[in-house]
């Protein structure tokens, strides 16, 4: 079964579940006050392929993702626009949506909004304040979160060394520098709710555990969010689900994050920053590709340079499956084995902490396989190993073999172009390759079969 590296325990251990095959999973959504960003595009495949792989191994996956729409963040835009916060929110909601569906993600069963969940949160906060967690001050509802159990469990610091680490943005009102805001008083204009404590709004922190704990139960089994939520997001979290005697996640895990080198790029391509620069530069597979070859717990480097490596290592996936599609597999003598031992291998990779690159290691060590098979005369055997190939990529959310055009029509006349070659009907072959030039293609030979580009 899977193993995952656990950010609070710092080991790889196996992923518990309440009920077998069954993994409630909540993820940190995004604060809709701008573009996404490729960093967030990265996580957001890093979970879908987690998800994905969960499913295919036949685990039921539960999968939650907020939406935070009130924010500083939110109601600074809207103010410098001149426009009401919650149009601001919806729009850039819209914005992500169609994102993610661009990337080919799996919708969250669930997609909470913060202020449907603001009674609830001044629930969590009265019982905290009940407890002897929280106190009033001027400013609102804080957390005393030296009292906490194990506070510091996912940053892996003392209390002492947080507290000299929180001096320098030390809050006048705060009994202790730790100490963080469960409600923020209202400052004028701004969007409020009515509470105990006045009219105001509940910090980032609380609106996490309210939303996890409601839709996925006591302990449920994953949470998970990129390494900049750690601290504070996280570990405030927890302290809040912990100091009201909830079990909170079993399992920690934390996706690295992306640099994009200062080095100027192309103009057109602008610099990745925004998923939508990046989606329209190439294919999205691309980018899922790009992500797949880290480790999701390494930074990745997101520029033209290695997001064109990406799509070439995806054209040789491509050239492998279009190569073998028009050939029988019924044929094959003895592949079956080495199918098996692919799936096998695949698996394992995975299993030892979602390692995606040793699994594309895998795949691809399969496609020099299967070429070689081709090569020598036995189509069959490769098209077996190619349709596995096929069915383990889909596992992680790639789909391949369509070809370098959405063009159907186009795929055809590649597809048959690579038959013809591998059965050295070079006629048929130089037919097709007109046929491509003639609608404004390049035609490349490559090793690994037809590779065209305007
Ligand atoms: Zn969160």
Not at 102 to 121: I, S
Not at 239 to 263: I, K, S, Y
Not at 313 to 318: F, I, K, S, V, Y
Not at 379 to 388: G, N, P
Request: charged letters at 25%; proline letters at 4%; hydrophobic letters at 40%.
């Amino acid at each position: 079964m899977l193993q995952l590296f656990d950010t609070a325990t710092q080991k790889t251990t196996e992923l518990a579940m309440r009920e077998p095959g069954v993994v409630g999973l909540y993820v940190c959504g995004p604060t809709v006050y701008g573009p996404p960003h490729v960093g967030h595009g990265r996580s957001v495949l890093i979970y879908d392929v987690l998800r994905r792989y969960l499913e295919f191994r036949g685990v039921f996956v539960q999968h939650v993702s907020n939406i935070t729409d009130i924010d500083d963040k939110i109601i600074n835009r809207a103010r410098s626009e001149g426009r009401d916060w919650h149009e601001v929110a919806v729009e850039c909601e819209a914005e992500w949506l169609a994102a993610m569906d661009r990337m080919g993600v799996l919708r969250p069963q669930q997609q909470p909004h913060a202020t449907d969940y603001v009674d609830k949160m001044i629930d969590l906060i009265a019982s905290l304040k009940e407890k002897g967690y929280a106190y009033e001050t001027s400013e609102g509802v804080y957390l005393r979160a030296a009292l906490v159990p194990e506070y510091g469990l996912l940053t892996h610091q003392s209390i002492d060394d947080r507290r000299a680490g929180a001096r320098v943005e030390l809050d006048e009102t705060k009994d202790d520098p730790i100490d963080f805001a469960l409600w923020k008083r209202a400052k004028p204009d701004e969007p409020v709710w009515h509470s105990p404590w006045g009219d105001g709004r509940p910090g980032w922190h609380t609106e996490c555990v309210v939303m996890s704990l409601s839709l996925l139960g006591e302990g449920f089994e994953l949470h998970g969010g990129g390494q900049d939520l750690i601290f504070p997001h996280h570990e405030n979290e927890r302290a809040q689900a912990v100091a009201d005697g909830h079990l909170f996640a079993r399992h920690w895990m934390h996706n690295g994050l992306v640099t994009v080198a200062g080095e100027k790029m192309s103009k057109s391509l602008g610099n990745f920053t925004t998923l939508k620069d990046l989606l329209d530069h190439d294919d999205a597979r691309s980018y899922r590709f790009l992500v797949l070859q880290a480790h999701y717990r390494s930074p990745l480097e997101v520029n033209a340079t290695t997001i064109d490596a990406a799509a070439s290592g995806l054209a040789r996936l491509d050239a492998l499956v279009r190569r073998v599609s028009r050939v029988d597999p019924s044929l094959d003598k003895g592949a079956g084995v080495q199918s098996a031992q692919l799936r096998e291998r695949f698996i394992q990779a995975m299993d030892a902490d979602l390692d995606t690159p040793a699994a594309l290691a895998e795949i691809f060590e399969a496609i020099r396989l299967a070429n070689s098979l081709v090569d020598s005369g036995d189509a069959s055997a490769a098209r077996v190993i190619s349709d596995t190939v096929v069915e383990l990529l889909g596992a992680l959310g790639l789909v391949v073999g369509q070809g370098e055009s959405a063009d159907e029509e186009v795929n055809e006349m590649i597809a048959r172009r690579d038959l013809a070659r591998a059965q050295r009907d070079f006629a048929t072959a130089d037919e097709m390759r007109a046929q491509l030039e003639a609608r404004g293609w390049t035609v490349e030979d490559t090793p690994e079969g037809t590779r065209i580009h305007r």
